[in-house]
Nanobody, 121 residues
Framework: QVQLEESGGGLVQPGGSLRLSCAASGSIFSLGYMGWYRQAPGKERALIATITSGGTIDYRDSAEGRFTISRDNRKNTVYLQMDSLKPEDTPIYFC???????????????WGQGTQVTVSS
């Protein structure tokens, strides 16, 4: 089974920066694209950005040019650098990955448990 563990969330002042990390571990035969989502209370989970193992990146509007996704394939880790943070950037951030856990199995969707980011003075 593939596990995703996020880290790096916390409290930051408006205008500040945070870097989120998400490490994939467990049984991983193949790791496909990885991405970051965020979800505010009462709202749907929204995609921020994805990155393939080859480094192709897709940003959605929610990234607003302030967020940067990157990936270290040797560590099976994806990062989200968040700059110029605003109070509305406060939801829970989730890591997502497409992966094959073992030879002969199908691609599956895997999620981290989420990490809270709070932007407040």
């Amino acid at each position: 089974q593939v596990q995703l563990e996020e880290s790096g969330g916390g409290l930051v002042q408006p205008g500040g920066s945070l870097r989120l990390s998400c490490a994939a571990s467990g049984s991983i035969f193949s790791l496909g694209y990885m991405g970051w989502y965020r979800q505010a209370p009462g709202k749907e989970r929204a995609l921020i950005a994805t990155i393939t193992s080859g480094g192709t990146i897709d940003y959605r509007d929610s990234a607003e040019g302030r967020f940067t996704i990157s990936r270290d394939n040797r560590k099976n880790t994806v990062y989200l650098q968040m700059d110029s943070l605003k109070p509305e950037d406060t939801p829970i951030y989730f890591c997502h990955a497409r992966a094959v856990p073992a030879w002969g199995q199908s691609w599956g969707n895997y999620w981290g448990q989420g990490t809270q980011v709070t932007v407040s003075s």
